[in-house]
């Protein structure tokens, strides 16, 4: 929980225009009852998968002496898959990589996009047109046409997958960090900074970039659950991280053959992938609405600051449905 | 004067941005092992695989290449798939109306349904309906599309027998019975683009409401249901504008899977079939029409927004 | 927000899409009793073949009706298009003709040509045509197309043909007269006739002549004018191709009125349309989705042995794998029947060596064979001098662990059986690491760079059983010879049997040369597979000892009980 310690240290810090939070994150989150029971979940969620191996030591990639589509028993409490390993250590080996994969790509796709979205709007210029231009252009590609033709030329390894998925989700993070940091680069305390002496890049990590912190939070929160579903689709297309090593994707991918004879197989990782999904976009949902100004309703508005409300407000809805 | 100012800059924007992908895509593309399918055939010899690589012009380097294509795209000729000889332009137009078809229908319903839902649940907001709708939004951003589809198959197909589970229908099938074939691909695509407008239109519409006009409106006495048709729900509305083209970029993403899934012959496909076989003057071509169509979207959706909301235009 | 119903309502709906789910799939969901290691139905007494056979009602074939036939991907109607695949091939055998098909017995069989000779010396081939044909626009078919398909388009080194490896011997096609043709070879090939009735279609001389025969869309996309039982009516990109009976074919009318392609990706989609009769023939490669389609009266399954070999490709480049008891151990290792009948569903017969029972008077059944035995590999390797010194689990000689990389193309079932390959290999103490690969990226890799350690695949060839281009040393490196084992003995096994034309004489080289492969094991051979045709029981007239794909040669006798 580095992020809500930060977040709750730097609130204290500028208080100048946003509203005013004596308590921490988690406290915030509390009042919000789906976003924290999501958050209760999805930390369960992450326990079972990355402890339980230590629990249920059967090795996903054997072949188990039952043979393939063996039945529910003690032994196998979801069977055996189309080949003949245990299916409950490949939905708990297969949730590691899966989470993962969504996890490291939103930290890379934040880094990217932190990285173009500042440096356009600190330097502005030149570096600003040629960044923000290969944003919009980025945007403009359909960007699963994107991720096909990435991975057809990087390969399929958990690496290239994590990095593809994470050059196709950026944009989103950069606009956001553009925006903060083109707000507060005029600021008081920015310029107070720079009299002092700091360097830009002591003021833009030191001042402006943790401004933007609450915003990235849902759009990375919402980039985790896209980053998932992302992984399956590309799984289903046979261009996904590859088996033997089992993720919730491939899994759902190789059972396809089995909807006839053993159908559970295909709809296990498949809820597993929706329940996951759905927890964080509830959590990201729900972090959002204790953003908006409306949940806790503290600022004036004019007339030019709706329609900047409602274009952000286009971009971040559509983050969900990347 | 300000107006066209305003058109033409976006116009060599909108081309220099289409440049910047055809850039991106085609040294992709061309850095991707292996090569064209015909070439990269288990069944074939050296000496074939030499002569056809020599045929497609595929020895020459990639920046070559590139300007090659790039001095044909911008006389309109984007050159011939590697695959079948065929024109690329005439590929995509035997697959690009099917894509159309699927994605307009897609957004009508998503608009029409997603603004019904997006309003109704503004007005209640907080009862059970807006809760139910808003679970059913954050389900539908959070299954993945193949799976659902291949379960609507299993349903409505394997068991029931309802509906058709792939193609079209259009080889000789009558106007009703190609609805049959459209209604589980457009579900599916919905689930893409439904939520986003049903929360885009409820948040929007929530906005409205809580305007100073529509509480002028209310305290002059006006029956509520006439605030809110009139008054409200255009003011609403018109920021939905804005994110339809947000939406079009999505859509053809979305189309790739379901078109898959329900062996629709769109352009989800083709691109796939064209990675797959390095067919790139075809990968190129589909690269630029989409990126073509997703650019043309946005600059009507912008000035249609500043059309009817002059405050853009000033930004 | 009023945030304290919004959760149990969702896991109320949670609970109801799983309900859902489950009733949706839970119809069929009864499993399918493969005991693991057991006998599993093999080759001849494979499931439901019998089911063929007895429901007919033998009132002799009507006229009329039509079928479907699903294809996964567009097709091009050129067989010697470089882009012309399975899907094509099964639309090219019906609109085109070729000079020889497969027989009914899969020998080769007359065709354009009705009858043939070969010289002495066996390099030239004569070849008299039929002067019955007519192409369908209604020109005549002459010598002249025969020249002009080979000597323009199949031999044309810059074109880069499709199937032009089996002509490599052909140095010219001559047209002495109007009805015969002259073969030119620069060494003898018994195999001629087999291998013109093997997607070597004659493409019209009138249509073609002057033309790039690769970028002739109007032929080869659009309207293709062949020989055939069935001609061109409509092609819709990406969903159909509608062909119709072609009332002038040189054999008769044929039976059904037309025939349409459907262009459906996803297998699982021919699997549903054959339940609900939308489908009527078609190959199912995915055995897993067999189980379903045999419980249905509607759909008979017809098992057949095709001239096809799935195989391990150990690089002989690479000196881990040229010692023989390395190879013999890790074919013991691998469970063959295991995989036949889990990823096969038991449709399939463990390989020898490369001959498939398809081609019954050349294949020896009485070869050296290697039993599922981990511990026999084990003490082979121990033999061989890898034992596990360090013991870590992986076996070791001069304290270089035995490890190497295993790549899969993916495609099909060949990942699936690859990972149960890996992990057989792992107990016998191989450190195999396993690898897929995108088709076309294994391609060039594996097969055009040779940069690979293992690798799996198969072979399907023309009916004979001349394996001379996969195992002879002169195409090691670049030809088809893709482990690059190269010995003399095999090469003059395999010399002797692609020249001797009389049939008694080639068995016998060709029993030697199986008892060699088994024994020597160039390639690991796996399993020569059934092709499992799913037909539609209302579909009568397919030929009984074909495959799906040599069926359609006849496909003009084919016909509908009404």
């Known amino acids: 929980m580095k992020d809500s310690q930060n977040a709750k240290k730097l609130d204290t810090q500028n208080t100048m225009d946003i509203p005013t939070r004596k308590e921490g994150w988690l406290q915030r989150l509390k009042h919000h009852r789906p976003a924290y029971v999501s958050f209760i979940l999805l930390i369960v969620i992450h326990a079972v998968v990355f402890l339980g191996p230590l629990v249920w030591r059967a090795d996903p990639e054997a072949l188990t002496m039952e043979g393939p589509q063996a039945a529910w028993s003690a032994m196998h409490p979801f069977g055996t898959d189309d080949i003949g390993r245990d299916v409950l250590s490949r939905l708990l080996k297969g949730g590691q990589v899966t989470l993962t994969v969504g996890l490291a790509a939103m930290l890379f796709s934040l880094t990217v996009g932190t990285i173009i979205g500042s440096a356009a709007g600190f330097f502005r210029g030149a570096v600003d047109a040629v960044l923000m231009r290969l944003t919009e252009a980025m945007m403009s590609i359909p960007n699963f046409f994107f991720v096909l033709v990435g991975l057809t030329v990087l390969g399929n390894t958990p690496f290239m997958v994590v990095l593809v998925i994470a050059l196709s989700s950026w944009m989103e993070i950069a606009r956001v960090i553009y925006g903060e940091t083109l707000k507060w680069k005029e600021h008081e305390f920015v310029e107070a900074a720079h009299a002092a002496g700091a360097s830009n890049l002591r003021v833009l990590a030191r001042h402006i970039l943790p401004q933007a912190i609450p915003s990235v939070v849902v759009v990375g929160t919402l980039t985790i659950a896209w980053s998932i579903l992302t992984e399956s689709a590309i799984s289903y297309l046979g261009m996904g991280i590859q088996p033997p090593m089992p993720t919730w994707g491939n899994m759902l991918q190789d059972a396809q053959q089995y909807i006839w004879t053993s159908p559970m197989l295909g709809i296990l990782p498949g809820i597993a992938i929706m329940i996951v999904v759905l927890l964080y976009n509830l959590l990201g949902d729900g972090l959002r609405d204790l953003l908006d100004p409306r949940y806790v309703p503290r600022r004036r508005r004019n007339a030019k600051r709706i329609t900047n409300f409602f274009k952000k407000k286009a971009q971040g809805v559509i983050n969900n449905v990347h | ?315 | 927000m009023g945030t304290k119903r919004k959760l149990p309502a969702m896991l109320g709906v949670l609970v109801l899409l799983l309900t859902i789910a489950l009733v949706s799939c839970g119809g069929n969901s009864t499993k399918t009793e493969t005991p693991t290691t057991s006998e599993a139905p093999s080759a001849s007494q494979a499931p439901s073949a019998s089911a063929a056979v007895a429901t007919t009602k033998s009132d002799g074939p009507v006229k009329g009706g039509e079928i479907a036939i699903p294809i996964v991907a567009d097709p091009i109607f050129n067989p010697w298009h470089p882009n012309a695949f399975a899907e094509s091939n099964v639309i090219n055998r019906v609109l085109f003709s070729g000079l020889t098909k497969p027989g009914k017995d899969l020998a080769p069989a007359p065709d354009l040509a009705a009858s043939w000779e070969t010289s002495e010396d066996g390099l030239d081939w004569t070849f008299h045509l039929r002067d019955d044909v007519k192409w369908h626009d209604g020109e005549a078919f002459t010598s002249a197309d025969v020249a002009y398909t080979f000597n323009e388009i199949a031999l044309n080194r810059e074109l880069g043909a499709n199937n032009v490896s089996y002509f490599k011997n052909v140095k010219s096609v001559e047209a002495t007269d109007d009805y015969t043709v002259v073969f030119h070879l620069t060494s003898p090939v018994a195999a001629l006739p087999a291998y013109l009735s093997f997607n070597t279609e004659i493409l019209p001389e009138h249509i073609f002549k002057g033309q790039d025969p690769w970028n002739l869309v109007s032929f080869n996309k659009e309207m293709p004018i062949g020989t055939g039982a069935y001609k061109m009516e409509k092609y819709i990109s990406g969903q159909s191709v509608r062909l119709v009976a072609n009332p002038d074919y040189y054999d008769g009318a044929p039976n059904l009125d037309a025939v349409e392609y459907r262009v459906l990706p996803d297998v699982n989609t021919h699997v549903a349309q054959a339940l609900s009769g939308e489908l009527s023939v078609f190959t199912l490669d995915d055995q897993a989705a067999l189980a379903r389609l045999e419980k249905s009266d509607e759909i008979k399954i017809i098992p057949q042995y095709t001239p096809r070999f799935f195989w391990v490709a150990l690089n002989q480049e690479n000196p881990l794998f040229t010692d023989l008891r390395v190879r013999q151990a890790m074919l013991m290792a691998i469970n063959r029947q295991y995989i036949i009948d889990t990823v096969l569903n038991g449709y399939g017969e463990v390989a020898d060596a490369g001959i498939s029972p398809a081609l019954a008077y050349y294949f020896n059944p009485n070869v050296k064979h290697y039993d599922y035995d981990v511990e026999g590999a084990k003490a082979l390797l121990a033999e061989a001098g890898w034992t596990d010194t360090d013991k870590d689990g992986i076996v070791d000689k001069d304290g270089k662990p035995f490890s190497f990389l295993f790549e899969v193309g993916i495609q099909g079932n060949l990942v699936r059986i690859g990972q149960i390959i890996q992990q057989e290999l792992r107990q016998i103490g191989l450190d195999v690491k396993f690898e897929t690969l995108e088709w076309n990226a294994m391609i060039q890799k594996d097969v055009i760079r040779r940069d690979y350690d293992m690798m799996l695949n198969w072979w399907r060839y023309p009916a004979d059983p001349d394996l001379k281009p996969y195992l002879h040393s002169s195409t090691a490196g670049t030809g088809y010879n893709i482990p690059g084992y190269k010995d003399p003995e095999l090469d003059a096994l395999l010399d002797a049997g692609s020249t001797t034309a009389d049939p008694a004489k080639r068995q016998a080289v060709y029993y030697k040369l199986q008892e060699y492969m088994a024994e020597n094991l160039p390639y690991l051979f796996l399993w020569y597979p059934m092709e499992t045709e799913v037909a539609n029981v209302h579909l009568k007239g397919l030929p009984e000892h074909l495959g799906f794909g040599d069926s359609l040669h006849y496909i003009d006798e084919w016909w509908l009980e009404q």
Do not use: C
């Open chain 2, 1 to 315: 004067m300000n107006n066209s100012r305003f058109i033409l800059s976006r116009l060599w924007q909108s081309i220099i941005l289409v440049f910047i992908v055809t850039v991106i895509t085609f040294f992709l593309i061309n850095m991707a092992p292996g090569g064209p399918a015909s070439i990269m055939r288990m069944d074939t010899t050296q000496e074939a695989r030499d002569a056809l690589t020599v045929r497609l012009g595929l020895d020459k380097p990639v920046p070559v290449r590139y300007a090659l294509w790039l001095g044909s795209a911008i006389t309109g000729d984007l050159g011939e798939s590697l695959a079948t000889g065929q024109p690329v332009i005439q590929r995509i137009g035997e697959r690009l109306p099917y894509t159309i078809e699927l994605a307009i229908l897609t957004l009508i319903v998503s608009v029409l349904l997603g603004g019904v839902l997006g309003i109704l649940s503004a007005i209640r907001r907080g009862t059970w309906f807006d809760h139910g709708v808003n679970l059913f939004t954050v389900l539908g951003l959070s299954v993945p599309v193949f799976w659902l589809g291949i379960m609507l198959i299993l349903l409505f197909s394997v068991e029931l027998g309802w509906l058709p589970s792939s193609g079209t229908g259009k080889a000789n099938a009558t106007f009703f019975q190609h609805i049959r074939y459209v209604i589980m691909p457009v579900f599916v695509l919905s689930t893409t683009t439904l939520p986003t407008l049903v929360r885009f239109t409820r948040s929007s519409m929530l906005e409205v409401l809580s305007q100073s006009f529509v509480r002028t409106a209310r305290a002059s006495g006006l029956k509520e249901s006439v605030v809110v048709y009139w008054h409200a729900l255009r003011n609403a509305l018109i920021p939905v504008i804005s994110i339809i083209g947000v939406l079009i970029p999505r859509l053809l993403s979305g189309a790739v899977i379901t078109e898959a899934v329900f062996g629709w012959p769109g352009m989800g496909r083709l691109v796939l079939e064209a990675a797959q076989g390095r067919d790139y003057p075809l990968v190129m071509g589909v690269t630029v029409v989409t990126t073509g169509i997703v650019v043309v979207s946005n600059f009507l959706v912008d000035i249609a927004y500043s059309w009817v909301d002059p405050r853009i235009r000033n930004r």
